[in-house]
């Protein structure tokens, strides 16, 4: 059978076309990654990280800014189908009409719902901007960390899967039903959590303010909670670069600001001395911190010129304590730090000089940095009071 779908998107056919090919493109509407070779027999390979589905094909016909067509073959399957895109320009965008050629009876109604669903990010991608995969996200309210066996025999766990607390977030789901840092969840909603993997499969179906139970080792020590599940936080809006600028640029001087105070008189021993085993000391996080801008930069830069980065490297132990040691004390990475800052702010205004006609990407910088400030860095600053408070005890 055939599922025919169509939709006026309000973007040129040119832009559009892009959306459809580029790798970077289908990410922010489509899939968690892709992997194309634009050209006749080229491939594509389109990934979903929450349940480690995927899609591979091969195209077989590309008229630019006219027609994509590519085989479509998922995971677990050997039956092919074709996905086609064809695109017409109207007097208020382009008609978009995608075709699925060879679905079986059982398959229409699913496959119909999820592409509706795209179709409908897709347009918001180029209408406001916004991925409605993040607003309609759910979440319990941490921020995991790496977990593997060495973490689980350090914190004492019988457990080797499972999400590792690194914190909670304040205010939110996980914080309220008792949650802290350290704890590893095994199981949410009657589902398992694996290593270092995002919960999103575990709440298909539910809404924020939904209550789910959750099952967590402290230690040795099993527990299940009753958890109500949030909404994804989101920063102020904003409608061009130069606000977003200014406004990183106010949030980056309060946070340097309070780290600068929080360091105070602060001895090079002490900031250099982890507070156990295994964790970073106060010099560690502030290397981190500016390894996380560079990582950005890098990020943002990709923005103007494809590839863009997914890689994130601020957590490997070599480049945190090559940034220790290239740096010396503690003074001398809040300096970095505080000039890291200043040029994530330079890139983000030098961007209202470009000719964006993709209005995701200033929604995605936003949410990103958004992020970054309002929670990694504040989670960081409450790690360095957590190490100074362990470290006087």
């Known amino acids: 059978?055939?599922?025919?779908?169509?939709?006026?998107?309000?973007?040129?056919?040119k832009t559009l076309y892009y959306m459809l090919t580029n790798e970077d493109a289908l990410a922010y509407w489509l899939c968690d990654r892709a992997y194309t070779r634009v050209e006749q027999n080229g491939h594509i390979l389109l990934y979903w990280l929450n349940n480690s589905w995927y899609m591979m094909g091969e195209f077989i016909q590309l008229r630019p800014d006219e027609t994509v067509v590519h085989t479509w073959r998922v995971k677990g399957e050997d039956k092919t189908t074709t996905v086609s895109y064809h695109l017409q320009a109207?007097?208020?965008?382009?008609?978009?009409?995608?075709?699925?050629?060879?679905?079986?009876?059982?398959?229409l109604s699913a496959y119909?719902?999820?592409w509706q669903i795209v179709l409908r990010n897709l347009s918001s991608a180029l209408?406001?901007?916004a991925d409605i995969r993040i607003l309609e996200r759910i979440l319990i309210g941490i921020f995991p960390d790496t977990f593997d066996e060495k973490v689980a025999e350090r914190l004492g766990v019988p457990v080797k899967e499972g999400l590792f607390v690194g914190n909670t977030i304040p205010g939110l789901g996980a914080e309220k039903a008792g949650l802290k840092s350290g704890d590893v969840i095994i199981e949410a909603n009657g589902k398992p959590a694996r290593n270092n993997a995002p919960l999103t499969g575990n709440f298909a179906g539910l809404k924020p303010g939904d209550t789910v139970d959750v099952t967590f080792y402290r230690g040795a020590e099993k527990h299940t909670v009753q958890l109500t599940l949030s909404g994804y936080p989101l920063p102020p809006a904003v409608s061009n670069f130069s606000q977003l600028a200014d406004r990183m640029q106010a949030d980056y001087a309060t946070l340097h600001a309070e780290l600068s105070?929080?360091?105070?008189?602060?001895?090079?021993?002490?900031a250099n001395t982890p507070p156990m085993p295994g964790e970073w000391s106060v010099n560690q996080i502030l290397a981190h911190l500016i390894l996380t801008e560079r990582n950005y930069q890098e990020f943002l830069g990709g923005y103007v010129q494809a590839p863009e980065l997914h890689a994130f490297t601020a957590n490997a132990s070599a480049r945190v304590n090559a940034v220790v040691q290239s740096y010396g004390n503690t003074q001398a990475l809040l300096n970095e730090l505080k000039r890291a800052y200043a040029e994530t702010v330079a890139i983000i205004r030098a961007f209202e000089d470009e000719k964006f006609e993709r209005p995701y990407i200033l929604w995605w910088a936003n949410f990103q940095l958004g992020n970054i400030t309002g929670g990694h860095n504040r989670e960081h600053i409450l790690q360095i009071q957590d190490t100074l408070a362990k470290l006087t005890q």
């Open 127 to 129: 209408t406001t901007g």
């Open 261 to 270: 105070h929080i360091l105070a008189g602060l001895s090079d021993e002490t």
């Open 112 to 114: 119909q719902m999820e």
């Open 90 to 107: 109207v007097d208020d965008g382009t008609k978009l009409t995608l075709k699925h050629d060879g679905l079986a009876d059982d398959e």
């Open 1 to 13: 059978m055939t599922l025919t779908l169509s939709q006026i998107i309000p973007t040129s056919p």
